[in-house]
């Protein structure tokens, strides 16, 4: 199983970006994808997760508003679109596959690698 996030970069705050995680090897359309994100020294926090039905999609407090999570099973991706941007949503990106909709980091099963937003002041 692979998941491949992309998307991240240096952007200055109030602007956006849209974060992109490529799975395969998995049956993409049975799996929960979540987006969490890390900062050096501290846990990893969850953003957001979409069941498959894309019926219920929690957001974490600090970017509801602010951010899109969407999926597209067919093309086997998952996105991240985040607006209005703040220099604490500074962080490696993280894409996650689990079986269950929750916030906890470790009942996910499979990782990407992570990718860099920077947001700028």
């Known amino acids: 199983v692979q998941l491949q996030a992309s998307g991240g970069g240096l952007v200055q705050a109030g602007g956006s970006l849209r974060l992109s995680c490529a799975a395969s090897?998995?049956?993409?359309?049975?799996?929960?994808m979540g987006w969490f994100r890390q900062v050096p020294g501290q846990e990893r926090e969850f953003v957001v997760a979409?069941?498959?039905?894309?019926?219920?999609?929690p957001y974490a407090d600090s970017v509801k508003g602010r951010s899109t999570i969407s999926r597209d099973d067919a093309k086997k991706l998952v996105y991240l679109e985040m607006n209005n941007l703040k220099p604490e949503d500074t962080a490696v990106y993280y894409c996650?596959?689990?079986?269950?909709?929750?916030?906890?980091?470790?009942?996910?099963?499979?990782w990407g690698q992570g990718t860099q937003v920077t947001v700028s002041s």
């Open positions: 996650a596959a689990g079986s269950n909709v929750v916030r906890d980091a470790k009942r996910y099963t499979y």
């Open positions: 090897g998995l049956t993409f359309s049975s799996y929960v």
């Open positions: 979409i069941r498959w039905s894309r019926n219920y999609s």
